[in-house]
């Protein structure tokens, strides 16, 4: 029997026990308290079942080897939106990028954790505009960033944002020619002091290698 990750021996008989498919899934009923039942076959793989009833996938691993790895749990997905055959697969793939060293879990809680577009514009301008531009240069910048740019792309992760991402915005902008290639230049220069300032990965800038549109009216 495979018994889950991170349980002493005393409180193992207490481990609910079951082999997770949709029908058994179905047949798990909430109480009080909140509690896991695990897989009885793939380790560290189990369904959380909440005292509303809410219920998810999820995995428990170690990132790392030996018993002082530190303990993970990652959501899989809810109850309902896979199916209990998907959700193992994903955990077995999970596992598997485990194995050579992988910490998914705490990698999607940096991706949680990482700036958003808007919030990279507001560092920008606080810490390199305000500081080493004039007062109206300044203000430009924080006119076009915060008026045009932060509509498009705010909420996006700022290290997430791709080379194709602006050149549709770029493009989007073609008929104010003027205004996108100073929007491309004060998000190019945005994105250097981000990298400079390990805000995003060293020599990431997605503004590389997007022309500058024929001058126009702005």
């Known amino acids: 029997m495979v018994i889950p990750l991170g349980y002493p021996e005393p409180i193992l008989a207490m481990i609910e026990k079951i082999k997770i498919s949709n029908k058994t899934v179905e047949g798990l009923a909430p109480d009080a308290r909140d509690r896991v039942v695990w897989d009885d076959f793939l380790t560290g793989f189990g369904v959380r079942i909440r005292p509303t009833g809410a219920m998810v996938y999820l995995l428990q691993y170690r990132a790392g080897s030996g018993r002082n790895a530190p303990l993970r749990r990652m959501k899989i ?4 939106t896979v199916t209990a055959h998907d959700a193992r697969t994903i955990a077995k793939k999970a ?108 020599g990431f800038n997605p503004t590389r290698r997007i022309e500058r549109l024929p001058r126009g009216r702005a």
């Not at 109206?136 to 792309?153: H, K, M, N, Q, S």
């Not at 194709?164 to 994105?191: E, G, Q, T």
């Open 95 to 202: 596992l598997g990028a485990i194995a050579n060293g992988a910490d998914p879990a705490a990698q999607r809680t940096a991706e949680r954790e990482a700036l958003s577009f808007s919030e990279l514009v507001q560092i920008f301008l606080k810490e390199h505009v305000e500081a080493k531009r004039a007062p109206g240069t300044a203000a430009y910048y924080r006119d076009i960033l915060v008026r045009v740019a932060v509509p498009e792309l705010g909420t996006r992760k700022a290290d997430k944002i791709t080379h194709n991402d602006l050149l549709k915005f770029h493009l989007k902008l073609r008929d104010r020619p003027v205004l996108a290639n100073r929007i491309l230049a004060v998000v190019a220069s945005m994105y250097s002091f981000a990298a400079r300032s390990a805000l995003v990965p060293e």
């Open 77 to 80: 997905a809810s109850v309902g």
